[in-house]
């Protein structure tokens, strides 16, 4: 009986030894679970951070608008050219002639000396008498009284006539060149302090410019041309009344 019982004892002994330990099997659950979540991890989504485009402002270059000139047309024709030089002999002409009038109408004459009304008076008249006897003269006269007539030009023996409205010839100037030249023929009194005077020469001498202008820029003509217009006349009031020709000319 004890051997059996022993017997019994071995056997139950060697049953337990053949079987796993409590820490196998606690350590076979741990190792498995540890598996299951890393087979979980593996096939979860991974939360990657996705870069946030950044938006680049491209600068827009506004072009700059610039007016540009446009270049001047040739409106006239080869005889109106010839004309619009007429025009310019005869307000180079009547330009140089406003500075004699302000000079021979001014109170002082050109050494100091004080001049008198009567003598300026006489030395008008005496200026206006040499303007109409000189040669190569620029004649204007009035053809028709009437608020409404022309007045005509005369450059050379070429007769311009200008309308009080719509004018032709030379337009816009032979207007301008009419009324100055009229002007010349006023008295000498007030005329240092005359604003009409003043503008009448402004006038002028500013459509000689633009005329002079017009000449190179828009019809091309030689400046050696307009200098041969220039010089006998500027040359000729210089010599008689020591009238010196304005700066801007060449």
Same mark, same amino acid.
């Given at each position: ?87 310019? /002999?005869? *307000? &180079?002409?009547?330009?140089? +002639?406003?500075? $004699?009038?302000?000079? @021979? ?6 050494? #100091? ?29 009035? /053809?028709? *009284? &009437?608020?409404?007539?022309? +007045?005509?030009? $005369?450059?050379?023996? @070429? ?6 409205? #719509? ?37 002028? +001498? ?13 019809? #091309? ?30």
């Amino acid at each position: 009986m004890k051997r059996w019982i022993v017997l019994s004892f071995v056997l139950l002994l060697m049953l337990s030894a053949c079987g796993p330990s409590e820490e196998d099997m606690q350590s076979t659950v741990t190792q498995v679970a540890a598996e299951l979540y890393g087979t979980q991890t593996a096939l979860a989504p991974t939360a990657t951070a996705t870069p946030t485009p950044t938006i680049t402002l491209t600068p827009t270059f506004t072009p700059t608008v610039t007016n540009t000139p446009l270049p001047p047309t040739s409106t006239l024709t080869a005889a109106g050219v010839e004309k619009l030089m007429l025009c310019y /002999k005869a *307000a &180079v002409s009547i330009q140089a +002639d406003w500075q $004699v009038h302000r000079l @021979v109408t001014d109170t002082w004459t050109v050494d #100091g000396q004080y001049r008198t009304t009567e003598e300026k008076i006489q030395a008008l008249n005496n200026f206006l008498w040499e303007r109409s006897h000189r040669p190569g003269r620029i004649r204007i006269f009035d /053809k028709n *009284a &009437v608020p409404l007539g022309n +007045d005509t030009l $005369v450059v050379d023996g @070429v007769q311009m006539e200008s309308k009080t409205f #719509g004018r032709e010839d030379c337009d816009p100037h032979l207007g301008t060149i009419i009324a100055s030249a009229g002007g010349l023929s006023q008295g000498p009194w007030g005329v240092g302090s005359s604003s009409r005077i003043s503008h009448s020469r402004s006038i002028i +001498d500013s459509a000689a410019r633009k005329m002079r202008k017009e000449l190179l820029d828009v019809y #091309g003509i030689d400046p050696a041309e307009l200098e041969a217009i220039e010089d006998p006349i500027w040359q000729f009031v210089y010599n008689r009344y020591s009238v010196e020709r304005p700066d801007w000319l060449p």
